[in-house]
């Protein structure tokens, strides 16, 4: 089945660029995912990616992916405080969503 | 519209004994699952249903029952609790097709001494 990872923790200053990364084993996921949780809520959905597409972007948000390496990539620019929260990226495994750890993304004023 | 609705938010158990986290979605959706949020290891998939009648395992099924005799209840029951249960379990449902994206309830907070 699929197998999704990511790396745990990611630190930056306030109006920088954020960059999480994510990889993913199944290469017939036909989409990929990017949710976000706030302390002490569910999570929500931030964008998604069509396996046939390169990149996305939506206002500071943009979607990266590599098919041929199976890597997927969020990067949110002009970072802000209130953008402090865990990042999960997630894969379309035969109708059901697989998710990594999960990146908490610290912004620091 | 409430969306999906988890209840009990918290909860504290003692081991071996058994409970049912409740699941409500209101928008018709086909699709309902459970998954625990543990620290390091993300959201894992613990049981998922496509439709009244049928269900089917994730990745961590073992100690966890479901049953869906509806199209908008999905319980989840603990047969016997066990600490390593301890987590933060999410019910989640979708529409089919189009974009599969997941609406997630608040989450229960489920403590095992």
């Known amino acids: 089945g699929e197998d999704v990872e990511q790396s745990l923790f990611l630190s930056v200053r306030e109006g920088d660029s954020s960059v999480i990364n994510c990889t993913y084993t199944?290469?017939?996921?036909?989409?990929l995912y990017w949710y976000k949780q706030e302390p002490g809520a569910g999570l929500q959905l931030l964008t998604y990616i069509f396996s046939n597409m390169d990149m996305k972007q939506d206002q500071r948000l943009t979607v990266l992916l590599n098919k041929k390496d199976k890597h997927l990539s969020l990067r949110i620019a002009d970072t802000q405080t209130g953008d402090s929260a865990i990042y999960f990226c997630?894969?379309?495994?035969?109708?059901?969503?697989?998710f990594g750890q999960g990146t908490t993304l610290q912004v620091k004023p | 519209n409430a969306g999906v609705t988890q209840t009990p938010k918290f909860q504290v158990l003692k081991t071996g004994q058994s409970m049912t986290l409740q699941c409500a979605q209101d928008m018709n959706h086909e699709y309902m699952s459970w998954y625990r949020q543990d620290p390091g290891m993300g959201l894992r998939l613990i049981h998922y249903s496509v439709g009244a009648g049928i269900t089917d395992q994730g990745e961590v099924p073992n100690g966890y029952n479901v049953s869906r005799s509806t199209t908008e209840d999905f319980p989840l029951r603990l047969l016997s609790a066990a600490p390593s249960q301890t987590s933060v379990y999410f019910c989640?449902?979708?529409?089919?097709?189009?974009?599969?994206?997941?609406?997630f309830g608040e989450g229960s907070r489920l403590t095992v001494l």
């Open positions: 989640a449902s979708k529409r089919d097709g189009d974009t599969g994206e997941l609406f």
């Open positions: 199944d290469s017939s996921s036909t989409y």
């Open positions: 997630a894969a379309r495994d035969t109708g059901k969503l697989i």
